[in-house]
């Protein structure tokens, strides 16, 4: 009887463990709304990769570690920073109990302005073969400060998408992670590039 026992709690260990890890490097999400038209449409379903912008924190780990002290906080990436062109879902900043997904088009560092219908990132214009139509409209230069990322819709057209002409940028303490896969519905499943 006490290697039953055994093997049960090992089992519920196991599966224990591979929750906690399901729970805390994927996330499942619903887009609401069309946004993201023509990549993405209203009520598809998506998994977002988190271990992929996951921070570490130095001081943080210090801490918990003889012989090495850090001073000061100092995050980074465990993997990699969001790139321009990829798909994030995060926080919306004026409200973070709502969860946003756009297209990072400006990085850390990035002057992004927008002319007609042409978004402009460092004096380049993007090449954007993922947008259908981009209603003209004008921005101002906006230089894109450390720790914060701008993102856009990829439907451009005039109040398609809420995004950071509208309210800036968002700050990575925000950004929940890259959007990998859309499983649903079945004909639409497909790997995000």
Known sequence: M???IREFAEAILLALVIFVFIQTSIQNFKVEGSSMHPTLEGGQYLLVNKLVYVQLDAQ???RLTPFWKVEESNKSFAVRPPQRGEI???HYPRDPTRDFVKRVIGIPGDRVEIRGS???VNG???AEPYISRADPSDMSPVVVQDGEYFVLGDNRSRGG???SRNWGTVPEEHILGKVWVVYWPPEKWGWLE
Request: glycine share 0%; aromatic share 12%; proline share 6%.
């Open 2 to 4: 006490p290697a039953i």
């Open 124 to 126: 380049q214009t993007l």
């Open 60 to 62: 943080r780990w210090s």
């Open 161 to 163: 998408s809420n995004d």
């Open 88 to 90: 994030i879902v995060f």
């Open 118 to 120: 042409d978004v402009i």
